[in-house]
């Protein structure tokens, strides 16, 4: 079993930063991936961008050049970095660990950030 716990949301002025942070309990194993998730009001909750324990990362095409998402296996924790921050960032934020099984995928998933960016 894992658990996660996010941190770091807030409000911010757009053109700001923010930090996220997600902690991991339980075995995080090589094979899992661990991402960041956003859902805003009335949408579907959507891939911001993920990490391997390589450190291979994909993102959406919106935070290209301004987020960075890293992870600290020795900790199980995982990062998002953003800056230049815009008022459509503004969503709840969830963290995301993905586990391959024999069949399928496990998904595992924080509680939730809420960021907030002013205009």
Same mark, same amino acid.
């Given at each position: 079993?894992?658990?996660?716990?996010?941190?770091? !949301?807030?409000?911010? +002025? &757009?053109? @700001?930063?923010? /930090?996220?942070?997600? *902690?991991?309990?339980?075995?995080? %194993?090589?094979?899992?991936?661990? !991402?960041?998730?956003? +859902? &805003?009001? @009335?949408?579907? /909750?959507?891939?911001? *961008?993920?990490?391997?324990?390589? %450190?291979?990362?994909?993102?959406?095409?919106?935070?290209?050049?301004?987020?960075?998402?890293? /992870?600290?296996?020795?900790?199980?924790?995982?990062?998002?970095?953003?800056?230049?921050?815009?008022?459509?960032?503004?969503?709840?934020?969830?963290?995301?660990?993905?586990?391959?099984?024999?069949?399928?995928?496990?998904?595992?998933?924080?509680?939730?950030?809420?960021?907030?960016?002013?205009?």
């Amino acid at each position: 079993q894992v658990q996660l716990v996010e941190s770091g !949301g807030g409000l911010v +002025q &757009a053109g @700001g930063s923010l /930090r996220l942070s997600c *902690a991991a309990s339980g075995r995080i %194993g090589s094979i899992d991936v661990m !991402g960041w998730y956003r +859902q &805003a009001p @009335g949408k579907q /909750r959507d891939l911001v *961008a993920s990490i391997t324990s390589g %450190g291979r990362t994909s993102y959406v095409d919106s935070v290209k050049g301004r987020f960075t998402i890293s /992870r600290d296996n020795a900790k199980n924790t995982v990062y998002l970095q953003m800056n230049n921050l815009k008022p459509e960032d503004t969503a709840v934020y969830y963290c995301n660990v993905r586990r391959p099984t024999t069949l399928t995928t496990r998904d595992y998933w924080g509680q939730g950030t809420q960021v907030t960016v002013s205009s």
